[in-house]
């Protein structure tokens, strides 16, 4: 890992600088730990000061090139903090909240004039195309500011934007109605957030994992799910399965599950081709949905779960790197070592 000298501190003549994780090259081999000057917001926009964001299979992707990103960018999406400047809207300073990740969509396209601003062409993230949480502050549109519930946890609400996205996967519209049988593949945080979100519609949630993911397993079972294994899982049992492990195994594990008629939700990304028996899709006449990223509806409908506390963020996060660790953290998500791993910039010095 290479740094570079930071610019001149708060007390020179320069701006105040920061440190941040930064993608400027190919491969994981071109992100670096580096000096960057603090953010100021323009008016309409806020900035947070980042208390932790998390690190997913998202930036793993990106960290490889599977996942479109503009160069150099500060990395990270899945962010909370404290506002701690909010130009012309005081009353937002101090607020500890989730964020939204668009950072600007076109707002004209037919996507966008849907409803739908995620499949706008234009859109324009945090973390892959504006600099993102992987530092200690990050500026975004005032309206992507959610007030997080005093009883989520300080690190939970990193959770907040996964939760958004699951939400959009099986909210929008509802894909579990009372009393169906669920299969969710991937015991990551997608897919333990998707077996929350299952039990909380009233769905009878099996998780599946592989041996390793025993730990995994076992939070998911504190939760209300039922656990087991690939080869334990039961051929044309289940009305509704979602992928979340974003493998090849996995889909087919979710596809030979499903019964004739039953509907399936793709969500993890696969980050390539993979080989899979798609017959199984029209023999069987199975529905298929997905969802990119979340939509100002999902987020709606996922801090109403927090709020209502119908969906609980606890226990998800299991490990916490400084900034400086960034490659350790990536590494803990390559690995599927635990649930949720966070970067928490707190502490973590300017490079020099």
């Known amino acids: 890992m290479s740094v570079e000298a930071p610019p001149s501190s708060s007390d020179g003549p320069g701006p105040p600088a920061m440190a941040a994780v930064v993608k400027e090259r190919d491969g994981a081999a071109g992100i670096r730990l580096r000096s960057v000057p603090v953010p100021a917001p323009p008016p309409g926009q806020a900035r947070v000061r980042v208390i932790a964001a998390g690190v997913c299979g998202t930036d793993v992707h990106?960290?490889?090139d599977e996942y479109a990103h503009a160069r150099p960018v500060v990395m990270g999406h899945e962010v909370t903090g404290v506002v701690d400047l909010a130009?012309?809207?005081q009353d937002w300073v101090g607020r500890r909240v989730a964020v939204e990740t668009y950072a600007s969509t076109c707002g004209s396209c037919p996507p966008c004039r849907d409803g739908r601003p995620n499949l706008c062409r234009e859109r324009r993230s945090i973390g892959s195309f504006v600099d993102g949480g992987f530092a200690a502050h990050v500026v975004v549109?005032?309206?992507?500011?959610h007030p997080l519930p005093d009883?989520?946890?300080?690190l939970d609400g990193a959770l907040a934007e996964p939760l958004a996205c699951v939400a959009h996967c099986l909210l929008d519209p509802p894909r579990v109605q009372a009393g169906d049988r669920?299969?969710?593949t991937g015991p990551g945080t997608m897919g333990q957030l998707s077996a929350r979100l299952g039990t909380a519609l009233g769905g009878?949630?099996?998780l599946v994992g592989l041996e390793k993911d025993a730990d995994r397993l076992a939070v998911a079972a504190q939760h209300g799910a039922t656990t087991a294994l690939p080869a334990d899982v039961a051929t044309e049992d289940f009305d509704v399965a979602v992928e979340a492990s974003g493998s090849g195994p996995g889909l087919t594990t979710a596809l030979t599950a499903l019964r004739r008629g039953g509907h399936l939700v793709l969500m993890g990304i696969m980050g390539r081709t993979i080989d899979v028996d798609l017959d199984l899709v029209l023999y069987k006449e199975l529905t298929?949905?997905?969802g990119f990223a979340s939509t100002p509806a999902s987020w709606r409908r996922a801090m109403t779960l927090l709020d209502s506390r119908a969906v609980s963020l606890a226990d998800l996060v299991t490990a916490t790197h400084p900034l400086a660790s960034w490659s350790e953290a990536l590494d803990d998500v390559r690995a599927g070592r635990g649930l949720k791993t966070l970067l928490v910039p707190a502490g973590t010095n300017t490079p020099h």
């Open 204 to 206: 009878r949630v099996t």
């Open 87 to 89: 130009p012309g809207h």
């Open 182 to 184: 669920v299969l969710v």
């Open 62 to 64: 990106l960290a490889d």
């Open 141 to 145: 549109p005032l309206h992507n500011l």
């Open 151 to 154: 009883h989520v946890g300080e």
């Open 288 to 290: 298929v949905s997905t």
